[in-house]
């Protein structure tokens, strides 16, 4: 009897610090029309940009990325964002730190261009995303925006 109500204490004790994470993704038609910015990116060194004009919404301390293809909200070649850590917890999917020599989907938020840390919109490219962005090209045409206008999500 003390096994079993050792072994049942041992579980009940590990069950309590288990977080379980829970990520909730809006459908991408309303990930497209919340988002500020789409693109794909790569990180850039600051030899690449020259000097701030270069860099749309530059501020010290973002991140600077360079825009290989543009869907929505980037006018310039680079861009600056802000990782979003204020509801980060740690358990679940995030992105916290990009890679040199990786290709990127971004969806920043608000003026300042954020990117989600938790639960990310945002995320590296690989080889099955070819579809995502054949999808989001098509969500970046005038009627996909009239329509949207006329029927909001």
Same mark, same amino acid.
């Given at each position: 009897?003390?096994?079993?109500?050792?072994?049942?204490?041992?579980?009940?004790?590990?069950?309590?610090?288990?977080?379980?994470?829970?990520?909730?993704?809006?459908?991408?038609?309303?990930?497209?029309?919340?988002?500020?910015?789409?693109?794909?990116?790569?990180?850039?060194?600051?030899?690449?940009?020259?000097?701030?004009?270069?860099?749309?919404?530059?501020?010290?301390?973002?991140?600077?990325?360079?825009?290989?293809?543009?869907?929505?909200?980037?006018?310039?070649?680079?861009?600056?964002?802000?990782?979003?850590?204020?509801?980060?917890?740690?358990? $679940? =999917?995030?992105?916290?730190? %990009? +890679?040199?020599?990786?290709?990127?989907? @971004?969806?920043?938020?608000? &003026?300042?261009?954020?990117?989600?840390?938790? $639960? =990310?919109?945002?995320?590296? %490219? +690989?080889?099955?995303?070819?579809?995502? @962005?054949?999808?989001?090209? &098509?969500?970046?045409?005038?009627?996909?925006?009239?329509?949207?206008?006329?029927?909001?999500?």
């Amino acid at each position: 009897m003390r096994v079993v109500f050792s072994a049942l204490l041992v579980i009940c004790a590990a069950s309590l610090s288990t977080f379980a994470c829970t990520c909730v993704v809006d459908p991408l038609p309303k990930r497209f029309r919340k988002a500020t910015a789409i693109f794909v990116g790569s990180l850039a060194d600051e030899d690449h940009y020259e000097s701030p004009q270069n860099v749309q919404n530059y501020k010290d301390g973002l991140l600077v990325l360079f825009v290989e293809q543009s869907f929505k909200g980037v006018r310039k070649e680079f861009v600056a964002v802000d990782i979003d850590m204020t509801d980060f917890s740690g358990s $679940c =999917p995030s992105l916290t730190r %990009l +890679k040199e020599d990786a290709d990127y989907l @971004i969806f920043a938020y608000g &003026k300042e261009l954020k990117i989600r840390a938790e $639960c =990310p919109d945002s995320r590296e %490219l +690989k080889a099955g995303y070819s579809d995502v @962005i054949k999808q989001i090209s &098509k969500l970046d045409s005038f009627w996909f925006r009239t329509k949207a206008r006329l029927w909001p999500f």
